[in-house]
């Protein structure tokens, strides 16, 4: 057992350190004014509400993919809603919008989601190499997704949109230079997750960022809560595995399936560890599964419970119901798209 617990935690803890970092980096980009201004651009664009809503979703898959998923709902679900709130636009597509596409690009980088360096720890390949296999499959789930919801809510964009504000002015400083930093080292590095835990520790030291920023986003009892969880779980994937071998005689379709199900019942972080102990037989079948699973519902990621929190913080009424119901459209095309992409 003492060797399952040492397996699972050197495949857990590059993962949650890289996404600390990232989170780190995040924090500093958000002070400096980044994410205000992008959605401030976005809303002075003489776009009409569903180019809008195309455009504002484009910036949420770019900051999911250089960023992390978590970082992408806590920062721009606000800004996002304050966009469609300024521009007279019906607020509900922009806030779905953002943990749907959070989820839906988290296939492009290692770091766009912690299931991505979980389920393929075993390769050990750079960024760019992830993103070269990955793409195919991460374009078209975020081309469905962006398609589905604009079909959804069709009627609800037809409203001419106002016009928008001035937009908010960036420092183009620290926050920036640890964005691009940390980008260069996902893309470059096979083992980038120390590096940009440095990254993200010093660019939070040189901002001066106070304690109560830094734990609104980067809680370390959260963190190492999952870290824990994580570990436990990869321990008993180790000791009991039926559940991988289940899974294992599945093909890719059914891997899939079981990893979005798997998901929904046990959230994607412990599923994640817990079917891919060894090297699964369809990895990258599983990792969509448990990226664009959690979009049936609420309980499947992490991003969703800060997206829920958030949300309510700003005066936003989000639907667990409403969130299943549009889930249940677009898990089942999007997953289809993702394999079949992925197969070409």
Same mark, same amino acid.
């Given at each position: 057992?003492?060797? %399952?617990?040492?397996?699972?935690?050197?495949?857990?803890?590059?993962?949650? /350190?890289?996404?600390?970092?990232?989170?780190?980096?995040?924090?500093?980009? =958000?002070?400096?004014?980044?994410?205000?201004?992008?959605?401030?651009?976005?809303?002075?664009l003489?776009?009409?509400?569903?180019?809008?809503?195309?455009?504002?979703?484009?910036? !949420?898959?770019?900051?999911?993919?250089?960023?992390?998923?978590?970082?992408? !709902?806590?920062?721009?679900?606000?800004?996002? &809603?304050?966009?469609?709130?300024?521009?007279?636009?019906?607020?509900?597509?922009?806030?779905?919008g953002?943990?749907?596409?959070?989820?839906?690009?988290?296939?492009?980088?290692?770091?766009?989601?912690?299931?991505?360096?979980?389920?393929?720890?075993? =390769?050990h390949?750079?960024?760019?190499?992830?993103?070269?296999?990955?793409?195919?499959?991460?374009?078209?789930?975020?081309?469905?997704?962006?398609?589905?919801?604009?079909? *959804?809510?069709?009627?609800?964009?037809g409203?001419?949109? $106002?016009?928008?504000?001035?937009?908010?002015?960036?420092?183009?400083?620290?926050g920036? $230079?640890?964005?691009?930093?940390?980008?260069?080292?996902?893309?470059?590095?096979?083992?980038?997750?120390?590096p940009?835990?440095?990254?993200?520790?010093?660019?939070?030291?040189? $901002?001066?960022t106070?304690?109560?920023? &830094?734990?609104?986003?980067?809680?370390?009892r959260?963190?190492?809560?999952?870290?824990?969880? %994580?570990?436990?779980?990869?321990?008993?994937?180790?000791?009991?595995?039926?559940?991988?071998?289940?899974?294992?005689?599945?093909?890719?379709?059914?891997?899939? $399936?079981?990893?979005?199900?798997?998901?929904?019942?046990?959230?994607?972080?412990p599923?994640?560890?817990?079917?891919?102990?060894?090297?699964?037989?369809?990895?990258? /079948?599983?990792?969509?599964?448990?990226?664009?699973g959690?979009?049936?519902?609420?309980?499947?990621?992490?991003?969703?419970?800060?997206w829920?929190? !958030?949300?309510?913080?700003?005066?936003?009424?989000?639907?667990?119901?409403?969130?299943?119901?549009l889930?249940?459209?677009?898990?089942? *095309?999007?997953?289809?798209?993702?394999l079949?992409?992925? %197969?070409?």
């Open positions: 057992m003492p060797t %399952a617990v040492s397996a699972a935690a050197s495949q857990a803890w590059p993962a949650f /350190a890289l996404v600390t970092g990232l989170l780190l980096v995040g924090v500093v980009a =958000e002070r400096d004014g980044l994410f205000a201004a992008a959605g401030g651009r976005l809303s002075r003489p776009l009409g509400s569903r180019a809008l809503l195309v455009a504002s979703l484009g910036l !949420v898959a770019v900051v999911t993919a250089v960023l992390n998923l978590d970082t992408s !709902v806590f920062f721009l679900t606000p800004v996002l &809603l304050h966009l469609a709130r300024h521009r007279g636009i019906d607020e509900a597509p922009f806030l779905y953002t943990v749907f596409m959070s989820n839906a690009a988290s296939l492009f980088l290692p770091g766009s989601n912690l299931t991505n360096l979980i389920v393929l720890h075993q =390769e390949v750079a960024g760019a190499t992830f993103l070269a296999r990955m793409w195919p499959a991460a374009v078209a789930s975020v081309v469905t997704t962006t398609l589905i919801l604009i079909v *959804v809510f069709w009627r609800t964009l409203v001419p949109a $106002a016009q928008g504000r001035e937009p908010a002015r960036a420092r183009f400083g620290l920036a $230079a640890a964005v691009a930093v940390s980008t260069v080292l996902v893309l470059v590095l096979a083992a980038p997750a120390l940009v835990l440095i990254v993200g520790a010093l660019a939070v030291v040189l $901002a001066r106070t304690r109560a920023r &830094l734990f609104a986003t980067v809680d370390p959260v963190l190492g809560g999952l870290l824990v969880l %994580a570990v436990a779980v990869g321990s008993l994937g180790r000791w009991w595995h039926g559940p991988e071998h289940f899974v294992n005689s599945f093909d890719r379709w059914q891997t899939a $399936a079981a990893g979005a199900l798997a998901a929904v019942g046990l959230n994607n972080l599923a994640s560890m817990l079917l891919s102990a060894n090297t699964p037989a369809h990895a990258r /079948a599983l990792l969509i599964g448990l990226n664009l959690p979009n049936l519902a609420v309980t499947g990621s992490l991003s969703a419970v800060l829920l929190r !958030v949300a309510r913080s700003h005066g936003a009424r989000p639907s667990a119901r409403t969130y299943t119901l889930g249940l459209v677009l898990v089942p *095309v999007s997953i289809a798209a993702s079949a992409a992925l %197969a070409l």
